[in-house]
């Protein structure tokens, strides 16, 4: 079992700066695969980004791409989504997931997923 815990959410304008924290614990995370989803309002959860966990190769949305930064720190077994000049159609609950690194790009990929945190941002 992996635990998954988000936070860093919030109301932001838009222009701004948040970073998500993705916190997990149980088995060995080496071979997953931690991606970040979002998820608005009548629409589906989408890909929004994922990160090795054994490896620095990250891969993006192309709306997000030069805006948001994947990272992790091994040491506190976290995850990072830094989003950087933040767009009201960026507005979703933010999920982060472990999951099949072949299948990294899709929520039928995931086994594990955390509660969420919500990101507004207000033009």
């Not at 620095?56 to 506190?76: M, P, W």
């Not at 933010?94 to 945190?117: F, K, R």
Request: glycine letters at 14%; a negative charge.
């Amino acid at each position: 079992q992996v635990q998954l815990v988000e936070s860093g959410g919030g109301l932001v304008q838009a222009g701004g700066s948040l970073r998500l924290s993705c916190a997990a614990s149980g088995r060995t995370l080496a071979s997953y695969a931690m991606g970040w989803f979002r998820q608005a309002p009548g629409k589906e959860r989408e890909f929004v980004g994922v990160i090795g966990w054994s490896d620095d190769t990250t891969y993006y949305r192309d709306s997000v791409k030069g805006r948001f930064t994947i990272s992790r720190d091994n040491a506190k077994s976290t995850v990072y989504l830094q989003m950087n000049d933040l767009k009201p159609e960026d507005t979703a609950v933010y999920y982060c997931g472990a999951g099949d690194v072949d299948n990294w790009a899709s929520t039928e990929g995931y086994d594990y997923w955390g509660q969420g945190t919500q990101v507004t941002v207000h033009s």
